[in-house]
């Protein structure tokens, strides 16, 4: 069964550098999404991606944050200089079509640590 | 943004039982549900959803109920397997947001054998 894919699952890194996640969604979905969840919190939206460029984002997904479809499988969100409170897990998801009805698939998910 | 939430952050069960897990809802406007659920190290995983035109759906072993009089959403599963254990999400939209959606905070689902 296809699935979405994300690497690294476990990315380490100093208040103020960029990192970015990885996200390889199931290859015939057009809407991309990225969620975030605080330990012991919610998920969150943070932001819907499709014919590249952004449809939604949330609040949360200020200047910091940016995605790319840098290729017809890759997924990226970027975090332009981490802040202690981007320590999370961050979730990719992918559906076919978007919108009511449209099951979206999550990742397993990167868990970012910031020092 | 819309508050969605959850009544019981925890609920233990016995095998075989059935479980009942709650959410609330404040936006009126919200018109569609999901139900996920998380297991330990994993992504959510879609369970059921149910658009607001309706006030019942049936999947296999999972029942969502919608009660858009009181904002209240809940999810039935019959006969809880230990395999039910995980962490349960309500998520919801809004027409013209098709996107973007609300989380609860989770209920913990614990199934004791």
């Given at each position: 069964e296809p699935e979405v894919t994300q690497t690294p699952s476990h990315q380490v890194t100093q208040m103020g550098q960029e990192v970015i996640?990885?996200?390889?969604p199931i290859s015939n979905h057009l809407y991309f999404y990225w969620y975030r969840q605080i330990l012991g919190q919610k998920v969150e939206f943070l932001v819907s991606f499709y014919n590249n460029e952004i449809s939604e984002k949330s609040e949360i997904f200020d200047d910091q944050f940016s995605v790319e479809r840098p290729d017809g499988s890759n997924f990226t969100l970027k975090?332009?200089?981490?802040?202690l409170e981007d320590s999370a897990m961050y979730f990719c998801a992918s559906s076919e079509l978007g919108g009511e009805g449209d099951t979206q698939?999550?990742?397993?998910?990167?868990r970012l640590t910031v020092l | 943004g819309e508050s969605v939430g959850l009544h019981l952050p925890t609920l233990s069960v016995q095998e075989g039982d059935n479980s009942i897990i709650n959410c609330a809802y404040s936006n009126s406007a919200?018109?569609?549900f999901i139900w996920y659920k998380q297991e330990s190290g994993k992504g959510p995983q879609f369970i059921i959803d149910i658009r607001s035109n309706m006030d019942k759906r049936q999947g296999?072993?999972?029942?969502?109920?919608l009660n858009?009089?009181?904002?209240?959403?809940?999810?039935?599963i019959a006969a809880t397997q230990p395999g039910d254990s995980a962490v349960y999400f309500c998520a919801e939209n809004s027409a013209g947001n098709f996107n973007k959606f609300y989380f609860g905070s989770g209920t913990k689902l614990n199934v004791k054998p």
């Open positions: 996640l990885r996200c390889v975090i332009r200089s981490t802040k698939y999550f990742g397993p998910g990167t | 919200s018109d569609y296999q072993r999972v029942t969502v109920l858009k009089t009181v904002k209240h959403l809940s999810l039935q």
